[in-house]
């Protein structure tokens, strides 16, 4: 079960191999440093976990999948996310969730109809976040999800932007790790919200 999301039943890690995004705050990262048994699985190059593969999930599960990389990463070749499509569309009526901080990848894939498109967003400040803003606000999907979190400071317009994405739901929360980041003012996030 996911601590990031209560709505959340399960995760589910059909994609191996380091994560080359390499975000300061990542929690997986320290959790795989931790965890011996978990090194090998989240090392090297991106690869499908067949034995993943051949799980399956009630019809009332919501599934966060790849909770400990990012799927949509740059160095995760296409016909690894076509398989993991594949199987989610087959799981139907399963719901599950994508997060990705490379949402313009969604583009190149048709989305199985049992997804939510979701995107980590944490702040508008940056030239990276503005591009994942502006590939949600393009994304032609009808079920989409913004995670603020962990939420650091933001300028005035980002509840703005992130209305003009249209998503259904919007998640936001603090670092829960004492990464030391840029946070706003638990007013400034309630006003967000």
């Known amino acids: ?11 589910w890690n059909p994609i191996g191999g380091e994560c080359h995004i390499r975000c ?8 795989i440093k931790r965890n011996e048994r978990l090194t090998e699985k ?4 991106a690869r499908v976990f067949y034995k ?15 909770d400990m990389r990012d799927m949509f990463e740059a160095n995760v070749p296409t016909s690894q996310i076509d398989e993991v499509l594949a199987k989610i ?13 490379n949402p ?18 944490e702040t508008d400040c940056g030239l990276d976040r503005q591009t994942r803003i502006d590939a949600m606000g393009f994304l032609a999907y ?10 650091m400071d933001f300028s005035a317009n980002f ?24 946070e706003p003012s638990l007013k400034k996030t309630q006003d967000l919200i």
């Open 142 to 151: 009808p079920v989409k999800m913004i995670s603020v979190e962990p939420i």
């Open 159 to 182: 509840p703005d932007k992130i209305s003009k994405i249209k998503p259904q739901f919007v998640a936001v929360g603090y670092d829960n790790y004492e990464n030391g980041l840029s």
């Open 42 to 45: 989240y090392s090297g190059k």
């Open 24 to 31: 300061t705050y990542c929690w997986a990262r320290k959790f």
């Open 89 to 101: 569309q087959l799981e139907s009526p399963t719901k599950f969730l994508l997060l990705t901080k």
């Open 104 to 121: 313009a990848r969604y583009h190149e894939f048709a989305l199985p109809g049992n997804c939510v498109a979701g995107a980590t967003i």
């Open 1 to 11: 079960m996911s601590k990031m999301f209560p709505f959340i039943t399960k995760t």
């Open 52 to 66: 993943e593969m051949t799980k399956t999930f009630k019809d009332d599960d919501f599934v966060f999948v790849s």
